[in-house]
């Protein structure tokens, strides 16, 4: 399983590569007609004098060779600062059943002095879900606070990026030393206060890294499909690097391990971005300019406005996009925190079984993931982006159906070890297919509309807008989860898996409903 995750991950980064380097189809023809074929462009290097090209024309080469390692340059930048933060995310999945472990079984600490009781696996239902309520919330203050439309991406991925590597710091210590033990609520605080940072830190650094992608290369499904796959190759990488660490060092290594290996990647990071140039200061928000007697108002007053637009977005279609993504959030995340106990608790993996196999088989959900994500982008450069709406209703549905198998299959079935690889690869295929529909081409393609028609919308604005509504999924995914489970076991955590399948169907008819109304207007 290690093995096919690493030819895959080598496989769509060469992809990605090759992608990247054609997003400038004009500048590519435009020199091939003035200059040949691509076979012919190596004469004027060894003959630079010759009478076929000019100076000119051997500048302008040189201009695009220059232009197209910009761009694989911003592309595998952004790519690495982005999947990087899931070594900040899946560790804590993976420490789910040996931190139940290290607890004792029926743990459980007392509330504020009562009688009242919360168990462990509660508590750690409450943390995931102070990091995504940060980060949910923090999709809509941090940027607004900010002002991100008017800084440079990569300063805010490495600065937030860093404070994420912090966080990591502090739950290690907090779990190492103060949690595991003493079970206390005081205890609980500080590490609950250190996933709130976490959260807070992470919830910038996408619509960052989708503005730098858009800037060089727009609305193209086919780029926006490759880079994607980050969310899954990153989640996928992490959680065997955390299952590895677990079982080579112990569950304090999957935090300690993630936090040096976020400043490490760090330190590289800011080595490379030296290398680019700076991107211009985006200033799409004229209305909110202030000079002495102008009536802008002050700085609370402009972060107000921002926020705002942020948690309504001005554009119909962004609302529309914005419920969809917070289920497919929902589906994505329930997968991402909840698998690995699921299959842990299938497989008894407290009385002998692996980890390592554990992260394995989980990792096939982000290889599903990292097929639908690359399939997707291509299939809308094929269709046009007026087939946006059709495509979410065919992930929402296949998406519903599929999750009414999970007891059965991957609980009831356990033993057919095909059987659960070929549904988590199909539960990431439509599960990736929905949110690089719904989090990338969708909200970048309505923000850069919408500013050629001479909205202040930025692109950053519109991505951040979506993420935070599709984060609202993730926190349900954190907290309801459990409950929904009524304990650890394999099969109430399968039956919680299979509850989401209704609320898929919902956002199917929705969307239907919304082609319906679509199709009447066009009628009429």
Partial sequence: MVSMTSVTCLGVLHAAQAWATRQRPSMNAAAHRRHGSSTKMVAPFQNIAGPRFSRAAISQIAAHADSSN??????????????????????????????????????????????????ATTALGILDGAFLLAYTLGSFIVPAAIDLDKRSPWEVMWIFLAIAGLAQLGLWWGWSFLLVPHFALSEFSFVCTCCLINGAAQSVLYPACKQALADTFGANGTVLGAWNTCFYLGGAVSTL??????????????????????????????????????????????????????????????????????????????????????????????????????????????????????????AIFEMGSVLGSVAIGYLVEQVGLDALPMLVVGATAALS????????????????????????????????????????????????????????????????????????????????????????????????????????????????????????????
């Fill in 70 to 119: 910009q761009d694989n340059r911003v592309f595998f930048t952004s790519y690495i600062a982005y999947a990087s933060c899931y070594l900040a995310r899946n560790n804590a999945a993976v420490a789910k059943a040996p931190l139940l472990g290290a607890l004792g079984i029926g743990a459980s600490m007392a509330l504020f002095g009562t009688s009242d009781a919360m168990s």
């Fill in 241 to 362: 690097i955390a299952a590895t660490l677990c079982d080579m060092w112990g569950w304090s290594a999957a935090f300690l391990g993630s936090s040096l290996l976020l400043f490490a990647i760090v330190g590289v990071g800011l080595v490379v971005a030296s290398w680019l140039p700076p991107l211009p200061i985006r200033n799409v928000r004229n209305s909110e300019k202030t000079s002495s007697g102008s009536a802008g108002g002050g700085t609370s007053d402009r972060t107000w406005r921002r926020m705002q637009r942020l948690i309504w977005p001005e554009d119909e279609e962004l609302r529309r996009v914005a419920f969809n993504y917070f289920v497919v959030k929902l589906v994505r995340y329930v997968f991402g925190l909840w698998l690995p106990l699921l299959l842990a608790a299938t497989w008894d993996v407290q009385n002998g079984g692996s980890l390592l196999g554990v992260g394995a088989t989980a």
């Fill in 401 to 524: 159906f599929l999750l009414r198998l999970v007891p059965d299959v991957l609980v009831g079935n356990a033993e057919n070890s095909l059987g659960t690889w070929s549904l988590l690869l199909l539960l990431g295929l439509f599960t990736g297919g929905g949110e690089t529909l719904l989090g990338s081409i969708s909200p970048i393609f309505y923000a850069q509309k919408a500013e050629g028609e001479g909205s202040t919308k930025s692109v950053a604005s519109a991505v951040a807008s979506i993420n935070g509504y599709g984060s609202l999924g993730t926190v349900f995914a954190a907290v309801a989860l459990p409950l929904l489970a009524n304990g650890s076991d394999a099969m109430g955590l399968a039956n919680a898996f299979q509850s989401l399948s209704p609320l898929a169907l919902v956002a199917t008819c929705i969307g239907l409903l919304q082609i319906g109304r679509r199709q009447a207007q066009f009628g009429s």
